[in-house]
C-alpha cells in the first residue's frame, strides 16, 4: 500500500489534471484508489502555485463523475448475477452490494448524493443505480453535485495541511494521515445531515394518507 500511495502521489505531482481526472475516475469505479491522496495533493500543489485551486476541483469532479457514469452503464449492462460472480475479484462483497442496493432503493436520488461523501458507499453507489436502470440524467445531477462537494472538503484540507505543515507533500502516508485526522469532523458533519435527511423522507412519507380501496 505505501509504493501505490507513492505511485498517485508522483502521478498527481508529475501528470497535473489529467492524473486527476484518471485517478479520481479510478476512484469512483471498483478500483481501489482513494480520493483522500489525489486532491490534497493536488491541493497542495495548488497552494503552491503550481496548480490552479478551482482547476483542482473541477478536474476531481469530472474524473469522479466520468468513473462513476463508466460503472454505472457496466453494472447496468451485465446485471447483478455477473456483479455477484466477479465482484470479490474487486473487494465487492456482496453484503456491501445488497447494503448500496436497499440504501439507494431507500433514498433514490440523495442517496446517491450523500453516497458520494461517505466512505465505501461512495465506491459503489453507481453499481445499483445501475442495475435497477436509475434514470441516468438524475443519477449524473445528483453525482456531479456530490463529487464536486467532496472534492472542494478534500481540496480544502489539503490546502490546510500546505499552511500547517508544508513539508507533507514529500511524505504520502503523513499527508494521508492528516487528512484523515482532519477529515473525521467534516463526515460526522455529513453523516448527521444525512440522518436529518433520512428521517425527513420518512416523518413525510408518514404523513402521506393511504388511499381508501376502490370499490
Given at each position: 500500500?505505501?509504493?501505490?500511495?507513492?505511485?498517485?502521489?508522483?502521478?498527481?505531482?508529475?501528470?497535473?489534471?489529467?492524473?486527476i481526472i484518471a485517478l479520481m475516475a479510478m476512484e469512483s469505479s471498483i478500483l481501489p484508489v482513494p480520493s483522500e491522496i489525489v486532491i490534497p495533493p493536488a491541493a497542495f500543489l495548488a497552494a503552491q502555485g503550481?496548480?490552479?485551486?478551482?482547476?483542482?476541483?473541477?478536474?476531481?469532479?469530472?474524473?469522479?463523475?466520468?468513473?462513476?457514469?463508466?460503472?454505472?452503464?457496466?453494472?447496468?449492462?451485465?446485471g447483478r448475477p455477473v456483479i455477484l460472480r466477479f465482484g470479490k475479484y474487486f473487494f465487492i462483497s456482496a453484503d456491501h452490494l445488497e447494503r448500496s442496493e436497499i440504501w439507494l432503493a431507500r433514498y433514490e436520488a440523495g442517496?446517491?448524493?450523500f453516497a458520494r461523501l461517505l466512505p465505501v458507499?461512495?465506491?459503489?453507489?453507481?453499481?445499483?443505480?445501475?442495475?435497477?436502470?436509475?434514470?441516468?440524467?438524475?443519477f449524473s445531477a445528483t453525482t456531479i453535485i456530490g463529487s464536486a462537494v467532496w472534492c472542494a472538503v478534500?481540496?480544502?484540507?489539503?490546502?490546510?495541511?500546505?499552511r500547517v505543515q508544508p513539508d507533507l507533500i514529500?511524505?504520502?502516508d503523513a499527508l494521508l494521515n492528516f487528512i484523515k485526522t482532519q477529515s473525521h469532523w467534516i463526515v460526522l458533519i455529513i453523516a448527521v445531515i444525512a440522518i436529518l435527511y433520512i428521517l425527513m423522507l420518512r416523518l413525510s412519507a408518514k404523513k402521506v394518507p393511504s388511499r381508501a380501496p376502490v370499490a
Amino acid at each position: 500500500m505505501h509504493h501505490l500511495l507513492e505511485v498517485w502521489f508522483s502521478w498527481v505531482k508529475d501528470g497535473g489534471y489529467l492524473a486527476i481526472i484518471a485517478l479520481m475516475a479510478m476512484e469512483s469505479s471498483i478500483l481501489p484508489v482513494p480520493s483522500e491522496i489525489v486532491i490534497p495533493p493536488a491541493a497542495f500543489l495548488a497552494a503552491q502555485g503550481d496548480l490552479n485551486f478551482a482547476g483542482v476541483i473541477l478536474a476531481g469532479t469530472f474524473g469522479s463523475y466520468l468513473g462513476a457514469a463508466i460503472t454505472y452503464w457496466i453494472s447496468r449492462l451485465v446485471g447483478r448475477p455477473v456483479i455477484l460472480r466477479f465482484g470479490k475479484y474487486f473487494f465487492i462483497s456482496a453484503d456491501h452490494l445488497e447494503r448500496s442496493e436497499i440504501w439507494l432503493a431507500r433514498y433514490e436520488a440523495g442517496g446517491v448524493f450523500f453516497a458520494r461523501l461517505l466512505p465505501v458507499i461512495r465506491h459503489l453507489i453507481s453499481i445499483p443505480a445501475g442495475i435497477v436502470r436509475m434514470n441516468f440524467w438524475v443519477f449524473s445531477a445528483t453525482t456531479i453535485i456530490g463529487s464536486a462537494v467532496w472534492c472542494a472538503v478534500l481540496a480544502y484540507l489539503g490546502e490546510r495541511a500546505y499552511r500547517v505543515q508544508p513539508d507533507l507533500i514529500s511524505n504520502p502516508d503523513a499527508l494521508l494521515n492528516f487528512i484523515k485526522t482532519q477529515s473525521h469532523w467534516i463526515v460526522l458533519i455529513i453523516a448527521v445531515i444525512a440522518i436529518l435527511y433520512i428521517l425527513m423522507l420518512r416523518l413525510s412519507a408518514k404523513k402521506v394518507p393511504s388511499r381508501a380501496p376502490v370499490a
